[in-house]
Antibody, heavy 115, light 107 residues
Framework: EVSVVESGGGLVQPGGSLRLSCAAF????????MNWVRQAPGKGLEWVAN????????YYADSVKGRFTISRDNAKNSLFLTMNSLRVEDTAVYYC????????WGQGTLVTVSS | DIQMTQSPSPLSASVGDRLTITCRAS??????LAWYQQKPGKVPRLLIY???SLESGVPSRFSGSGSGTDFTLTISSLQPEDAATYYC?????????FGQGTRVELK
């Protein structure tokens, strides 16, 4: 069964940094695009970034371009999101998702940017 | 980037009604569209993929149609448990994008 577990969220001041991790289980991680999707409190889903199965292509939402970096370690079935220059508006639950569309969502990890 | 625009929110309907939610893409996305349902405090649930394929376990009252730029999600007979927010998502080319969501309320 496909499952993902996100971690690394927390409280950070504006301008700070965090690194999120996602551990993947139950599927051939090497064969799938992976994504970060976020949801701010009371708001809709926002796709943040994704990375091709072999890590040769990465894409970002305009709202995070230049500040966030997505990466993966296929040997460890792990996905990462390095977030720099964090802003109050980056406050959200961050989800790791698998493939082009997915029915396998973790519980997410909460990132709170506040002074 | 491709922009996805959904029906205005909220949509109000009664139990038993037929309800249609629309999603429009800013450019041709072929059939590469998914629909999700999200209830408060829960993670999204995949309903439809490839515009019209029903995900396993999803009730048959849900159906999807469309191709190109215009898509619809239809609930043939609205049930109380269908009160939720619905999102479309395109995956024809990265970056994938979501619509803004359509909240369905029961009258």
């Amino acid at each position: 069964e496909v499952s993902v577990v996100e971690s690394g969220g927390g409280l950070v001041q504006p301008g700070g940094s965090l690194r999120l991790s996602c551990a993947a289980f139950g599927f051939n991680f090497n064969n799938f695009w992976m994504n970060w999707v976020r949801q701010a409190p009371g708001k809709g889903l926002e796709w943040v970034a994704n990375i091709k199965d072999d890590a040769t292509e990465m894409y970002y939402a305009d709202s995070v371009k230049g500040r966030f970096t997505i990466s993966r370690d296929n040997a460890k079935n792990s996905l990462f999101l390095t977030m720099n220059s964090l802003r109050v508006e980056d406050t959200a639950v961050y989800y790791c998702t698998v493939g082009h569309y997915t029915n396998s969502w973790g519980q997410g990890t909460l990132v709170t940017v506040s002074s | 980037d491709i922009q996805m625009t959904q029906s205005p929110s909220p949509l109000s309907a009664s139990v038993g009604d037929r309800l249609t939610i629309t999603c429009r893409a800013s450019q041709d996305i072929s059939h590469y569209l998914a629909w999700y349902q999200q209830k408060p405090g829960k993670v999204p649930r995949l309903l439809i993929y490839d515009a019209s394929s029903l995900e396993s376990g999803v009730p048959s009252r849900f159906s999807g149609s469309g191709s190109g730029t215009d898509f619809t999600l239809t609930i043939s007979s609205l049930q109380p448990e269908d009160a939720a927010t619905y999102y479309c998502q395109q995956y024809t080319s990265a970056p994938w994008t979501f619509g803004q969501g359509t909240r369905v309320e029961l009258k």
